[in-house]
């Protein structure tokens, strides 16, 4: 069963520090594996997307890294701010044959909290 | 440009009733779909539609309806609502490539 663990559950941190979220996966077969930011009452909204050859990608703040030999990612955010206080959602797709050829298997997020 | 828009934002309703979550989208995307999200678990696939014309069931259809009025439009429809649909249920597009464009979501009570 295609399955996606993160952890922590939740995480409270200060303004201005950095911390990292882990995630892993066993889905199978692997064809990318997606970072996205869900704040409060609204969509997941992407971060960034890994191919199976790629083993890290930023979006300003935001760094995430893939090893698929351990199959496992991570989310780092450098200088967290305010704005940063969301769920943060590890997605991992497997080619198929039905579901538009991509079935999504999504974590149960961290929920992060940045305090001033 | 309004990217997934879905309507209503909130609804409550008693158990038996139905309704219709409307979604359209104005990316001209191809491809749209229904996922609801419950506490503790990851989003999960309901019903999606690959094009224009076809739709599909997902991991969790039991109890929905979908159409796919046009190529902007995705409805999903709950014909008698039982309180284990109580969800948020969200829509999303997108067009060949990896990248999915997300609702804002529609809070659903049923009581």
């Known amino acids: 069963k295609n399955q996606v663990e993160q952890s922590p559950q939740s995480l409270i941190i200060l303004e201005g520090k950095n911390c990292t979220l882990q995630?892993?996966?066993?889905?199978?077969?692997?064809?990318?594996l997606r970072w996205y930011k869900q704040d409060t009452g609204r969509g997941p909204v992407s971060l960034t997307i890994?191919?199976?050859?790629?083993n890290t990608k930023s979006n300003g703040r935001y760094t995430a890294t893939l090893d698929a030999d351990t199959k496992q990612s991570s989310l780092h955010i450098t200088a967290s701010q305010l704005s940063d206080s969301a769920s943060y959602i590890c997605?991992?797709?497997?080619?198929?044959?039905?579901?538009?050829?991509?079935?999504?298997?999504f974590g149960t997020g961290t929920r992060l909290t940045i305090i001033p | 440009n309004a990217g997934v828009t879905q309507t209503p934002k909130f609804q409550v309703l008693k158990t038996g009733q139905s309704m219709t979550l409307q979604c359209a989208q104005d990316?001209?995307?191809?491809?749209m779909y229904w996922y609801r999200q419950d506490p503790g678990m990851g989003l999960r696939l309901i019903y999606y539609?690959?094009?224009?014309?076809?739709?599909d069931k997902g991991e969790v259809p039991n109890g929905y309806n979908v159409s796919r009025l046009n190529k902007r439009e995705f409805s999903l429809r709950l014909e008698s609502a039982a309180p284990s649909q109580t969800s948020v249920y969200f829509c999303?597009?997108?067009?060949?490539?990896?990248?999915?464009?997300f609702g804002s979501g529609t809070r659903l009570t049923v009581v």
């Open positions: 999303a597009s997108r067009t060949g490539g990896y990248g999915y464009t």
């Open positions: 539609s690959a094009s224009e014309g076809t739709t």
């Open positions: 990316m001209n995307h191809n491809s």
């Open positions: 997605v991992v797709s497997a080619l198929v044959s039905n579901f538009g050829n991509e079935k999504l298997t």
């Open positions: 890994m191919t199976f050859s790629e």
């Open positions: 995630c892993n996966y066993t889905v199978s077969p692997f064809s990318n």
